[in-house]
């Protein structure tokens, strides 16, 4: 997002829709700062753009940010260890542990997220397409990383769903979203398809 768009978006965020709220002006801010961190990473030499595409690379497009798409889920964890092999965008199989599921209401629905842990490196991470995949969004769905509180609770943020590696260039292998996680609702929320790359 160029930073003229962002700086108008957050003037009329902090005027028109916090209320003088201080957790949410916390949250847009750290929202912003985290989105510019991430374009600083895209730009540098471990980003996952080809070299020629970092030349001309202006920005990871996003959803403006929406409060909405900021759920409170209830975690349950899974009855026991559940080894389940996930189809990565290269077609091969990939083993992670089902950690559990996040349940959450949206829009008046109760959805519900399987959550995972790779055996590799211990993270918690929810993949998921909805109705905005392959035409707002990447088509092999997007990622969020999450965390546990000790009572159970989970925030999902989706304004900070994020787009795998293989969305950017090919030849990564990103695990996609097993049928579970597929979601009938449009989340326009996180990122966006990055067209030019």
């Known amino acids: 997002m160029p930073a003229w768009r962002r700086a108008l978006l957050l003037a009329i965020f902090l005027g028109c829709s916090s209320g003088g709220d201080p957790a949410?002006?916390?949250w847009w801010l750290d929202l912003v700062a985290m989105r510019r961190a991430k374009d600083n990473f895209m730009r540098g030499d471990a980003s996952p753009l080809p070299l020629e595409a970092r030349a001309r690379f202006t920005g990871l497009v996003y959803f403006d940010p929406?409060?909405?798409?900021?759920?409170?889920?209830t975690f349950t964890p899974a009855a026991a260890a559940d080894t389940v092999w996930v189809t990565t965008s290269a077609a091969t199989r990939e083993?992670?542990?089902?950690?559990?599921?996040?349940?959450?209401?949206?829009?008046g629905q109760d959805l519900r997220l399987a959550c995972y842990r790779s055996p590799e490196s211990g993270a918690l991470f929810v993949p998921f397409t909805d109705?905005?995949?392959n035409r707002t969004t990447y088509g092999g769905g997007r990622y969020l990383d999450v965390e546990i509180?000790?009572?159970?609770?989970?925030?999902?943020?989706?304004?900070?769903a994020y787009s795998p590696?293989?969305?950017?260039?090919?030849?990564?292998?990103?695990?996609l979203p097993p049928a579970e996680n597929h979601l009938g609702v449009e989340i326009?929320?996180?990122e966006k398809i990055l067209h030019e790359h």
Do not use: I, M, Q
């Not at 929406?66 to 889920?73: E, G, M, Q, T």
């Not at 509180?149 to 900070?160: C, H, I, Q, S, T």
């Not at 590696?165 to 695990?175: K, S």
């Open 95 to 107: 083993a992670y542990l089902r950690h559990g599921a996040c349940a959450f209401t949206l829009d």
């Open 24 to 26: 949410k002006t916390a």
């Open 66 to 73: 929406d409060p909405r798409f900021r759920v409170d889920a």
């Open 131 to 133: 109705a905005t995949s």
């Open 165 to 175: 590696y293989c969305a950017y260039a090919p030849g990564w292998v990103c695990p």
């Open 188 to 190: 326009r929320a996180g």
């Open 149 to 160: 509180a000790a009572d159970g609770k989970v925030e999902l943020d989706f304004n900070r």
